[in-house]
Nanobody, 123 residues
Framework: QVQLVESGGGLVQAGDSLRLSCAAS????????MGWFRQAPGKEREFVAA????????YYPDSEKGRFTISRDNAKITVYLQMNSLKPEDTAVYYC????????????????WGQGTQVTVSS
């Protein structure tokens, strides 16, 4: 069992940076690959990034390469999402999730989810 709690969201301006954190509980954190998803109002949840159990490999959709960086600290049982050059279209609720497989981008492959943190980017 893994419990996930996101933090770090907020209201920022276009071009700003933001770092999201996802703190996990449970002794099996390092057994899971981790991912970030987001869901904008009226849209389906979409994959943002994933990272392997050890943290040595990251996986991104082509649309986000270069602006977002996922990382993890297994000693702190935390995964991060660094977001740079934010755009209004990045406005969404951001979720972290844990998966036994890697790399996977389908939300159905993720076993545990956090409650989400709101990111709002103003123009």
């Amino acid at each position: 069992q893994v419990q996930l709690v996101e933090s770090g969201g907020g209201l920022v301006q276009a071009g700003d940076s933001l770092r999201l954190s996802c703190a996990a509980s449970g002794r099996t954190f390092s057994s899971y690959a981790m991912g970030w998803f987001r869901q904008a109002p009226g849209k389906e949840r979409e994959f943002v990034a994933a990272i392997s159990r050890s943290g040595d490999t990251a996986y991104y959709p082509d649309s986000e390469k270069g602006r977002f960086t996922i990382s993890r600290d297994n000693a702190k049982i935390t995964v991060y999402l660094q977001m740079n050059s934010l755009k209004p279209e990045d406005t969404a609720v951001y979720y972290c999730a844990a998966a036994r497989l890697f790399p996977v981008r389908d939300e159905w492959d993720y076993d545990y989810w956090g409650q989400g943190t709101q990111v709002t980017v103003s123009s």
